[in-house]
């Protein structure tokens, strides 16, 4: 077997495939990933051998241009698509945007737009902004996560919610409510910010319309990565694609004056594709290749189970909000705690770091690939410290910073 297909065992392979500074035990790559230590290498190969020596011949001679649809197939195996239907390039706002737009022409004669008020704002702020440069009496219907399923109905155009919530890590069941958005005439965007690189996701299998997602978080291509969007292939070539750039035109170099649509998913590229992000994300991958999902999974639950049990045991005054089911959540773990912000950043302070999401949640990200069961320890022992010490309640915890 060559080197790429080689099986990693998760944690045991994995862990020292990644740069960790001395000391820390890092919660938060449900937020941004940590570095696996080929992305410098490949980077700079990029920058000196390809950008460097070949110059704009890169774009034919190092492969650039097709490399969206090459590294958008690497994905497509991480989240059970098929080969082709995935994109990769832009960020996840702009791709959930691009999605919604399609998705909407496809159901022209209705007017809702469903999601829940677990989705990520940005999500929620994209379609509000679409739905008003539409201007065709569009209108987006916030309900609870739990009353996603009694709220599809022939009303509804697109159901549009984000399979695990990033507040609470509780997740939709995406088999059940897409197949039932189907029988109502429903089309189906599902964002998958949480899910991909977190747990086994079955594109193909739950017949979801489209997908979006980012790489990271879980997937750990670095800060600003691009994102991807995936298109079912019964749609892919008669979809609208609404951002028409000139990489998604069927002769982006023939320069027409007006827009044709490339087939299948290539449409939904839309210009110029961050080949420098891209290097860092094709080395996040060569871990990914040789890894199991169905592993990363069975860890992250018990890993997950490990740390709920050790908190609860310790520290009774956090308030767990993540569901206990396997089945109903995702790869992170939350707490709600009335001091969150400050305990949270007492716990940076020694080295856990977790983040925080308002009003009140200490949220835990669990990643197998770099996160053991000593970590999780070490980490459950610092956090018991913190609040049962009441650490958090001294002044310098008490800052708010830009980022939380
Ligand atoms: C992280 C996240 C985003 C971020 O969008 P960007 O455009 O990459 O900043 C969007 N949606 C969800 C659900 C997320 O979790």
Redesign the pocket.
């Known amino acids: 077997m060559s080197a790429r297909t080689t099986k990693l065992r998760v944690y045991d392979d994995t862990k020292a495939l990644f740069h960790m500074p001395d000391g820390v035990i890092y919660l938060d790559g449900n937020s941004l990933g940590a570095l696996p230590l080929g992305v410098a290498e490949r980077v700079s190969r990029v920058i000196t051998a390809e950008w460097g020596d070949q110059l704009i011949r890169a774009w034919n001679s190092a492969g650039w241009y097709a490399q969206p649809r090459h590294v958008g197939d690497r994905i497509a195996r991480l989240i059970g698509a098929e080969t082709g239907s995935v994109m990769v390039g832009d960020?996840?706002?702009?791709k959930?945007y691009q999605a919604l737009a399609a998705a909407l022409d496809m159901n022209a004669s209705r007017k809702v737009v469903l999601s829940d008020t677990g989705?990520?704002p940005?999500?929620l702020y994209m379609a509000e902004g679409l739905i008003a440069t539409l201007g065709r009496g569009h209108q987006l219907r916030l309900v609870t996560p739990e009353e996603i399923e009694a709220s599809l109905s022939e009303e509804i155009a697109v159901l549009y919610i984000?399979e695990v919530d990033?507040r609470t890590g509780r997740r939709h069941d995406m088999a059940k409510l897409t197949a039932r958005a189907h029988r109502l005439g429903i089309v189906t965007v599902w964002?998958l910010?949480?899910s991909a690189g977190a747990l086994p996701v079955d594109l193909a299998g739950t017949g979801a319309d489209f997908a979006a997602g980012?790489t990271?978080?879980y997937i750990n291509a670095g800060p600003g990565a691009p994102?991807f969007l995936y298109v079912a292939p019964r749609h892919a070539d008669s979809v609208r694609a609404a951002l028409s750039g000139w990489m998604g035109h069927a002769k982006p170099f023939a320069f027409e004056l007006s827009y044709a649509a490339a087939g299948g998913v290539e449409r939904m590229r839309v210009g110029t594709p961050p080949v420098l992000a891209m290097a860092a994300l094709e080395a996040a991958l060569d871990i990914w290749d040789r890894v199991d999902i169905a592993e990363v999974r069975a860890r992250s639950l018990a890993l997950g189970d490990l740390l709920i049990s050790e908190v609860e045991r310790g520290c009774p005054q956090l308030t767990l909000v993540t569901p206990r089911a396997h089945d109903r959540r995702g790869s992170q773990v939350s707490f709600a705690f009335e001091g969150g912000y400050a305990a949270m950043q007492a716990l940076i302070a020694r080295g856990v770091i977790g983040d925080f999401r308002a009003p009140d949640i200490m949220r835990f990200g669990i990643t197998p690939l770099y996160i053991g069961e000593a970590e999780v320890l070490k980490a459950a022992e610092v956090v018991e410290d913190v609040i049962t010490g009441e650490v958090w309640r001294r002044p310098e915890y008490q800052v708010v910073n830009a980022v939380t």
């Open positions: 960020t996840l706002s702009l959930v989705n990520f940005t999500d984000t990033y964002d910010a949480h980012c990271y978080k994102a």
